[in-house]
Every structure is written in C-alpha cells, then in structure tokens.
C-alpha cells in the first residue's frame, strides 16, 4: 500500500512564500504531482517531478527527494485566489498498472 | 478547461436508487479514471480503465460498476444508493497509466 502524509491546513499571509510538504512511503515509486483543487472544483495539475531536484513553473515550484520520500511544493508572491487545496499525489506501479494515489491535501489560506 | 466531459453535473435521487454517471475523456485518451470526494474528505480512487479494460480497482464498493465503451468513454453506474454515497465524483483521463491525469468538473450526487 501507499501512505501520503501533508499537513491538513496552513495560512500564510499574501505576498509571502509558503511551503507545503509531502512524505510518501510506497513501492514501485513513478513519479509525483501536486494538484491545486479549490471547494468544489476539479483538481487541477501544477506540477510532476520524477527525478530528484527542484522544478520551476512561475510562482510555483516543486522539489523531490526520492530517497527521502520527501516533496515540496513552494509557492511565491502568494495572492489570494492561491486560497485553495493542495494535493500532494504519488504514482507507483504495481500488480500490472500505474496508479496515482492522493494525499488528502492541504488547505492553504491566504490572508491579506 | 480540460477537455474531459462529465455528465450530469448535479443529481438528486432518493436512497435506493440507481444511477449512471457519465465521462468522455480528452481526445487522445485511453485511460479513464473514477474517483469519490466525500465533505471533507480526500480524493478516493475507484476504478481505472484503458482502452477498453479495466486496468486497476480501488475502493469501490460491489454496488457500485464502471465500463469504458469502444468509443473510450465511460460509464460508472451506483445501485442500491445510500446517504453515504452522496459525494463528488470525478472522472480523469491521461494518454497512458504513467502520466499526469485531467479531471472533468464532476458530478455532484446528493442521496435524499
């Protein structure tokens, strides 16, 4: 099985940088990606990383150790419409397929 | 928008009930997914097909049953509906099983 840790809730005040982390334990490891999912709404992709290091997108950028289990998902310049749900989601394969599993995410709140 | 169709996106439907839910992938895709979001609760996989075939099984209850038709859309049908199936559920698509997947907005099911 698969184990996806992230912290349940953050705040962070707009125009700062926040960091979400996600520990992960699982076998067969593909890759990983982080979603950004606001209420209601269809998550929506942000980032992959499948070898170790850092990987820039704009404001957002994600980094992974593999040998730690270990990912982040940085954001800068925090604006309000970044309130929203961060989920943290592993590939593996195994017993014949690719599956992606997600964490149950983090809720980021931004404040003025 | 991200190119993946769901259908309906609201139902209302009393307990015991049965109902089908409706998915057309991006073009190009093979591979269809079924997940459940519950209030307050993370993304559950239920079940994945490719090109026809179930590829892999989630938690998905014996009530409930999913195909994927010629044309690679798709159809997860909910029997004998309870309260606690009232959730959001999501369908996504990817080129293959090792890539990132896209979701459709949903469909919410409320079980009254």
């Known amino acids: 099985g698969q184990n996806i840790d992230q912290p349940t809730e953050m705040t962070a005040t707009e125009g700062a940088i926040v960091q979400i982390n996600c520990t992960y334990q699982t076998s067969g490891f593909n890759g990983l990606f982080w979603y950004q999912q606001h209420a209601g709404e269809a998550p929506t992709f942000l980032s992959y990383n499948v070898l170790d290091g850092l990987e820039e997108k704009g404001r957002f950028s994600s980094f992974l150790s593999r040998s730690k289990g270990y990912s982040y998902l940085l954001l800068k310049e925090l604006q309000m419409k970044d309130s929203a749900s961060y989920l943290c989601a592993v590939s593996a394969y195994g017993a014949g397929s690719y599956q992606l599993t997600f964490g149950k995410g983090t809720k980021l709140s931004v404040i003025p | 928008d991200s190119g993946v169709t769901q259908t309906p996106k609201h139902l209302i439907t009393a307990t015991g009930q049965r109902v089908t839910l409706r998915c057309s992938p991006r073009s190009g895709d093979l591979s269809v997914y079924w997940y459940q979001q519950s209030l307050d609760q993370g993304l559950q996989f239920l079940i994945q097909y490719y090109n026809g075939e179930e590829r892999a099984k989630g938690n998905i209850l014996e009530r409930f049953s999913a195909q994927q038709f010629p044309d690679l859309h798709s159809e997860l049908n909910l029997s004998s509906l309870e309260l606690g199936d009232s959730a959001l559920y999501f369908c996504?698509?990817?080129?293959?099983?090792?890539?990132?997947?896209?979701f459709g907005e949903g469909s919410w099911l409320t079980v009254v």
């Open positions: 996504a698509s990817s080129v293959g099983g090792d890539t990132g997947i896209y």
